[in-house]
């Protein structure tokens, strides 16, 4: 705010960039021939829209008007132009994408964790607590490894 004040007091900013657009045209203030005439126009327009709108009663009840007006208190159907364009199918993508996400992703996400969980429920059971169930199991392992690499040397 304060740089604004700074630049039209005494010129400066006019000053400071005459070297590149030139020196602007002598103000003659709002009281010149052209302002007065302008000023004149202005206050004939006035008194002809007074004179015939100005007068006359304001209805209760806006008149039906034509295609022209109906479709400027419409906003020129610019909100049904957006809606049908931008928010149905807007609407529709969002929709999709929810659905998506809750079968899709969400749907994978819960269906591994339902498998793990119940693998771990099932494995569950077989842990016994005793040395020996863990040692048969290492030592069944081991045979197997073992079997299936003599098949394959052989």
Known sequence: ???GAFLIVNDRLADFLAP???TPPAF????SVPGLATLALVLVGIAIAWA???RQEIPVTAPAGRLVTVAARKDLYGDAINESVLMRPGQWLTRLSVYFDNRGVDGLVNTLAATMGGTSGRLRRL????VRSYAATMLVGAVLLVGALLLVKL
């Open 28 to 31: 003659h203030g709002i009281l």
């Open 20 to 22: 590149v657009v030139g």
């Open 52 to 54: 015939r709108y100005g």
């Open 127 to 130: 842990q016994t607590g005793f």
């Open 1 to 3: 705010m304060g740089a």
